[in-house]
Structures are given as C-alpha cells and as structure tokens.
T-cell receptor, first 112, second 109 residues
Framework: NAGVTQTPKFRVLKTGQSMTLLCAQD?????MYWYRQDPGMGLRLIHY???????AKGEVPDGYNVSRLKKQNFLLGLESAAPSQTSVYFC???????????FGSGTRLTVV | GQQVMQIPQYQHVQEGEDFTTYCNSS?????IQWYKQRPGGHPVFLIQ?????EVKKQKRLTFQFGEAKKNSSLHITATQTTDVGTYFC?????????FGQGTILTVHP
C-alpha cells in the first residue's frame, strides 16, 4: 500500500518553462489537496478537489492549474514558471474532507 | 478568512527539557488537528481533538483543546532527540484544512 505518491521528487526549471506535478493515491480517498511550503510560511493551500472531476481554489492559486480526471490522480500544472514558485510542494488526500490528511513525500521545485 | 496562528516559531531546548507550542484560531473550530514533520520529511497526522476542554495524551505528548474551541496546545515532557521537527496545528473549514505556520523544535543532546 503506497499511500500518496508524488512525482517527480526534485526538479529545476528555467523561468517561463512549464511542468506538471503528479499526485497519485491508492486509498480511494475523495478529497485531494496541493499545498506549498515555504520557510516561515507554513503550509499554504493552492488548489483542492472534493471528488473526481471537481477542483477549487485555495489560498494561493495564482500561476497554477489543476485537474482531477481520475479519482486517484490530482495534477498540478505550472504554465509559465516564475522564481517565486520555488518551493516544496506537498500533495495530500483524505477520505473525510478536512480530517487526517495523508501527505506525499513532496516535490522540491527550483525555478531559476 | 480563517486564520490559524502558532507560537513560538522556533524553540531550542536541551534534551530532557519540556516544550510547549500554542495554536490560536480566529474562528471557533469544530476540531483541531496536530501534525509532525521531521526534517526533510512530510507532515504526519498525530491527533484530532473535538470536545471543548479535551485533553489527550500520546506517551510524552499532551494535547489540549481550549474551552472556547479557539485555541490548542501541544506539550512534550522530557524532550528527546527524536522529537526534533516542525509541529503544525490545523483547523478545518469547508472540506479543507488551514495550517498554522508551525513551530520548529530543535533538541540539543
């Protein structure tokens, strides 16, 4: 049972490049989330999904897009990366909404 | 919107000393959750408190939910080097959690 798997684990992008971060969970959870973590800022919610085919904006959605075409996958896209998007990105899932999140191991993204 | 604040941001202790982190919400919470993140790792769910004034213990960790359900604390008795990491509190709202900034605990042997 893998839980929540994030790929890739590390990535370096040049300003203006695009990329997609993949989050996959095998727990049949309805709810999935993307957070970013920056020093001194805690975990800030980017986008989230309350079920297959749904997405919603979080606290810091600008510059990101998401898709939840399959229940087990939640994709986070950066269309034109900026240095301000240098961060550690965590995906999480839950079967009861805002309770007992299971986090992935994170993606460390650097935009130069 | 909902805000969750944690203090202190950093805490350095000698091994064997106690440690406490405090969490305050701008709104009344239905529950409060605590997570631990080891250095270089990801947050891991520790516990949820639901009732006003609730106190729960996990070995040397004591969690408390305030009477007004707007604040919470985590106390670690006799810290060990394995306690190092960042401790987050989180409050629920509309299907998602709002996390505090976290308290980074360093334990010196």
């Amino acid at each position: 049972n893998a839980g929540v798997t994030q790929t890739p684990k590390f990535r370096v992008l040049k300003t203006g490049q695009s990329m997609t971060l993949l989050c996959a969970q095998d727990m049949n959870h309805e709810y999935m989330y993307w957070y970013r973590q920056d020093p001194g800022m805690g975990l800030r919610l980017i986008h989230y999904s309350v079920g297959e085919g749904t997405t919603a904006k979080g606290e810091v959605p600008d510059g990101y897009n998401v898709s939840r075409l399959k229940k087990q996958n939640f994709l986070l896209g950066l269309e034109s990366a900026a240095p301000s998007q240098t961060s550690v990105y965590f995906c999480a899932s839950s079967d009861q909404g805002a309770y007992g999140y299971t986090f992935g191991s994170g993606t460390r993204l650097t935009v130069v | 919107g909902q805000q969750v604040m944690q203090i202190p941001q950093y805490q350095h202790v000698q091994e064997g000393e106690d440690f406490t982190t405090y969490c305050n919400s701008s709104t009344t919470l239905s529950n409060i959750q605590w997570y631990k993140q080891r250095p270089g790792g990801h947050p891991v769910f520790l516990i949820q408190l639901v009732k006003s004034g609730e106190v729960k213990k996990q070995k040397r960790l004591t969690f408390q939910f305030g009477e007004a359900k707007k604040n919470s604390s985590l106390h670690i008795t006799a810290t060990q080097t394995t306690d190092v990491g960042t401790y987050f509190c989180a409050g629920p709202g509309y299907g998602k959690l709002t996390f505090g900034q976290g308290t980074i605990l360093t334990v010196h042997p």
